[in-house]
């Protein structure tokens, strides 16, 4: 009882599947990467909304909620 439409692919050694001429799967690989740059693009537009309402840049504003945590 086996089934045709899957098959497991061979083992490969350590670091061969970086080396090898093999095709990758670019369809998973750009919704990854789109979803990737969307994410830090929200996150930059936080980080300068944020800047805006309490007057610290990025590293001001963990400073801040560092302070905020441990005091």
Do not use: D, K
């Not at 439409?5 to 599947?17: A, L």
């Not at 369809?27 to 996150?43: I, P």
């Amino acid at each position: 009882m086996t089934n045709e439409s899957f098959r497991y692919e061979p083992v490969e050694r350590f670091g061969e599947g970086l080396t090898t001429r093999r095709p990758w799967n670019t369809t998973a690989l750009a919704g990854v990467e789109r979803l990737n740059g969307r994410v830090a693009m929200l996150g930059f537009a936080a980080a300068i909304v944020g800047e805006l309402i309490s007057g610290h840049g990025p590293a001001g504003q963990v400073l801040a909620l560092l302070r905020w945590y441990l005091g």
